[in-house]
């Protein structure tokens, strides 16, 4: 059974420019949790979509948001790239959501670099 | 609020020594759940364990062991005889019994050196 795959695995920007990372879960999984990892803040939650809605959000400003489409796929999205959201962005997938006994896969990380 | 502690940064230890990792946690909830996740270079975390609040009975599995001890909010990890394979950052973290928002220690980077 395939893992959780994220696209692309490294990824450079400028400040102000805007960026979309993809998440594609182990097939049957429905939920999709996001995580900001930094060196200094830790690894930090996004935010969890199930079934297309947005189920949970961490305490991020409104620049980072995220969808679900029909087939679980998961998109984040990072508007007005500061440098401090230079990061490892890493996707984790569950089979379902609401119970924190649900292990959570994760997928390899994007690399982001804001310059 | 939920919080945990890893107060351990760094750890290095000589190979087939014992080492054990600390993790200390905070939370109102009465169900909850701890895991343990490994991150070598790659980056991709690594599921190693999950321990739900009910469940106090200590757990081995190979070289890698856990003590759970409610009285004292710890879930700490033990790996005997280890090895370079191991090196890696390893989190502990807490969720609750109503969502996936995992909360994560700050990690402790193990170096075993050959």
């Known amino acids: 059974k395939a893992g959780v795959t994220q696209t692309p695995r490294y990824l450079i920007k400028t400040r102000g420019q805007q960026v979309t990372l993809s998440c594609s879960p182990i097939s049957g999984h429905r939920s999709v949790s996001w995580y900001q990892q930094t060196p200094g803040q830790g690894l930090q939650f996004l935010f969890e979509y199930f079934s297309e809605t947005q189920r949970n959000k961490g305490n991020f400003p409104g620049r980072f948001s995220g969808r679900q489409f029909s087939n679980s796929r998961s998109e984040m999205n990072v508007s007005t790239l500061e440098l401090g959201d230079s990061a490892l962005y890493l996707c984790?997938?569950?089979?379902?959501?609401?119970?924190?006994?649900?292990?959570?896969?994760f997928g390899p990380g994007t690399r982001l670099t804001v310059l | 609020a939920q919080k945990v502690t890893q107060a351990q940064t760094e750890i290095s230890v000589v190979e087939k020594e014992d080492v054990t990792l600390d993790c200390v946690y905070e939370t109102r909830d009465t169900t909850y759940y701890l895991f343990w996740y490994k991150q070598p270079p790659s980056g991709e975390l690594v599921f190693l364990i999950r321990?739900?609040?009910?469940?106090?009975q200590n757990e081995i599995s190979g070289r890698y062991s856990w003590n759970f001890q409610k009285s004292t909010s710890s879930f700490n990890f033990t790996i005997t005889a280890s090895q370079v394979v191991d090196s890696a950052v390893y989190f502990c973290?807490?969720?609750?019994?109503?969502?996936?928002?995992?909360?994560f220690g700050a990690g402790t980077r193990l170096t075993v050196k050959p």
């Open positions: 321990r739900n609040s009910f469940d106090e």
């Open positions: 984790a997938s569950s089979l379902a959501s609401g119970r924190g006994y649900n292990e959570q896969f």
């Open positions: 973290a807490l969720s609750g019994d109503n969502n996936n928002d995992m909360r």
